[in-house]
């Protein structure tokens, strides 16, 4: 028996989780058991906080979480650490989901859609492997202050231990060796000592356990400007949380929107993985029926590759999004007209045929 629980959350979430449980059922997967749980600003305003200890029992409990999107301004005005983003991040640190898995492809169809000229990227396949539990989005101290001249200072820590940049590593080296071999790490090393530290321990890994995979550095400003320049020379990019949250939307809009940018966030190999688009509950489009419900299925994907034991599966559904988008399907963010559902329908007509 496996187990997947899903946290529509808030915004365009549901609308773009409703698609990937519509997929869901018309796998029908034998012993697999789906349920749903409030989470991000819904659950606050069903009990007050964004994550509630029966959600996080059942996420620890599942064999996998598939997540929508959380937060919005209806909930602008909570407690710093009770909104709905802080449930997010309270989850995945809970599930101790250190490597974030988040792949930036521009599907053949959609090279036409993006911003950037066609040729520069046709083609492009690149693997995000982001830290996700630590750095400045965990670090202590953190907090606002009122200094004695009456003055305000906001801080907050980055900060990566040994441990916690080796890990990650492995998990982009291990990859590195099932696709180019190559693995590009970015930091701030020229800048922070964080930075130093991790460049000196990803090549003491390289060195040690991983000789054959091909290891470069790059400075992260550097690597925005290259993500835009020639994206192609990437392979796996291995980074901090917070350059990787930076980094992946801007990647996203080489693949034509950031409605087609699914992930996954893995732990000790076992435990329930956390897959969710890395776009945000988009509050101008919300309520329309219009978004992109791609990532999301993309994302699905990903949890039954990863989690779920069925690799088939997930080349089936990746196969149908392809197909749909080969025969012309586009939501509006695309160019297209089709509402969330339409291009749901066109995702299942292509798995179905
Ligand atoms: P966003 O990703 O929600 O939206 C950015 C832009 O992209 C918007 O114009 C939006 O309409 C568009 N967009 C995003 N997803 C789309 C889709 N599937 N189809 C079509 N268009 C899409 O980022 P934001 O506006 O900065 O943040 C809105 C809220 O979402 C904030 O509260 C933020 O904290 C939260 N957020 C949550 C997550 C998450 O839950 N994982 C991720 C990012 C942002
Ligand atoms: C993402 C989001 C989150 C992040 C926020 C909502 C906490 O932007 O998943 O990319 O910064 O990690
Ligand atoms: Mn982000």
Known sequence: M????????????????????RILDALALPGLS???????GASIDAHGVPLTAETEAAALASTAVLMGAVGGPKWADVAYDRRPEAGLLRLRAAMNVFANLRPARCFAALAPASTLK?????????????????????GVPRGIET??????????????????????ATTAFELARVRSGRVCSVEKANVMESGVLWREEVTRLRDERFPDIELSHMYADNCAMQLVKAPRQFDIILTDNLFGDLLSDLAAMSTGSLGMLPSAALGEAGRPGLYEPIHGSAPDIAGQGIANPCASVLSLAMALRYSLGAAEVADRVEAAVEAALDAGARTRDLGGALTTAGMGDAILSKLAG
């Open 2 to 21: 496996t187990s997947l629980l899903l946290l529509p959350g808030d915004g365009i979430g549901p609308e773009v989780t409703a698609q990937s449980r």
């Open 147 to 168: 200094l004695a001249n009456g003055e305000r200072r906001g801080f907050n820590t980055q900060s990566y231990t040994t441990s916690e940049i080796r890990r990650v």
């Open 34 to 40: 789906v349920s749903e749980a409030p989470f991000g």
């Open 118 to 138: 066609p040729e520069v990227i046709e083609g492009l396949d690149i693997l995000f492997v982001r830290e996700l539990v630590g750095g400045v989005y965990f």
